[in-house]
């Protein structure tokens, strides 16, 4: 298997989990009463302090940074991790869900137009039949039932987390290159996690009830819609470009609509089930482009002198 095939599989397998982990979290909302900030920072908070152990375990050394790039992991995290996350919920609070997703995934077109500006250089044919897929899709997907709330601070919040979905798509490249995309992974996380937890204490976020299904559905969202899709995210980094990362993140919706369904007896109508065939059209244009690999050799988890990996 190439790098770039290696990079769409962990960016959809990513994109999957973040679908699974919404519908989850509504259930947390609507059946158990927890606010979607408490959620926020219980996911970030657990997510890196379970990742930072499992390296304290493995890799004793590897949390040791300079100065330099700890101020460049806090912006990460909060710029980053932080800011897409608490800006799409106070979205979805104002615009709803659906109009909160589609401007979340205008990430990609400015992921795009950055390649274009910083690269100098237009994008292969397949890549951008890709992207005008995946918008299109996420489009008709997730707007396919004429649900549409426009509120000004909503839809500015909702352009945030878009800018902020590239910002955390392109900015690490270079963290990764030389911490590890594990270790990224986790600063950004307990700075994000931080950020979210001086100014709104715990306490103030909105706990709902505390049950053994509760608790399930918050490791779950924690560990399988947190830690691992973000950690795969980042190390698809090492694997791809930051174009075909964020075009191949645009199953998130999809993976959401298909969930919604199964889980929670959400039926589609044909606007829908077309979006998810064209981001499934983007997908495929995505893998006959190839993602082309930026270019950079590192790998994120560093190996041993015996050979065996070190986390």
């Known amino acids: 298997m190439s790098r770039a095939t290696q990079g769409i599989a962990l960016v959809l397998v990513a994109a999957s989990l973040w679908g699974l982990s919404g519908t989850a979290a509504q259930l947390l909302f609507v059946r158990y009463g927890f606010s979607p900030l408490f959620l926020v920072v219980v996911r970030l908070w657990g997510a890196g302090l379970i990742l930072a152990l499992v390296l304290l375990w493995r890799q004793p050394g590897s949390l040791r940074v300079s100065a330099r790039d700890l101020g460049h992991l806090a912006v990460f995290g909060a710029f980053g991790f932080f800011l897409v996350q608490f800006g799409y919920f106070a979205a979805i609070s104002l615009i709803g869900v659906a109009m909160a997703t589609f401007l979340q995934y205008l990430g990609p077109p400015l992921i795009a137009a950055w390649v274009v500006l910083s ?49 955390y798509t392109i900015y690490p490249r270079d963290l990764v290159a030389r911490r590890g995309a594990f270790v990224t992974t986790a600063y950004g996380f307990l700075y994000g996690a931080v950020i979210a937890t001086v100014p709104w204490p715990l306490w103030l976020h909105g706990m709902g009830r505390l049950t053994p299904e509760s608790v399930l559905l918050i490791a779950f969202v924690v560990v399988l819609g947190t830690l691992v899709p973000f950690a795969l995210y980042v190390y698809s980094l090492t694997r791809l470009e930051p174009t075909a990362v964020g075009i191949a993140a645009t199953a998130e919706p999809l993976s959401a609509a298909i969930s919604a369904f199964v889980v929670l007896g959400q039926t589609l109508n044909w606007p829908q089930y077309l979006g998810g065939a064209l981001i499934v059209g983007a997908m495929l244009a995505l893998a ?5 690999s930026p270019g950079r050799e590192a790998e994120p988890t560093p190996l041993a002198a015996s050979g065996r990996s070190q986390i």
Not at 288 to 292: D, E, F, Q
């Open 119 to 167: 690269e100098r250089r237009l994008p292969a044919r397949s890549e951008s039949v890709a992207l005008v897929l995946a918008v299109l899709g996420t489009l008709l997907l997730v707007l396919g039932k004429g649900q549409l709330r426009l509120q000004p601070l909503g839809v500015a919040l909702g352009l945030i987390t878009a800018l902020s979905l590239a910002f």
């Open 288 to 292: 006959l482009h190839g993602g082309r």
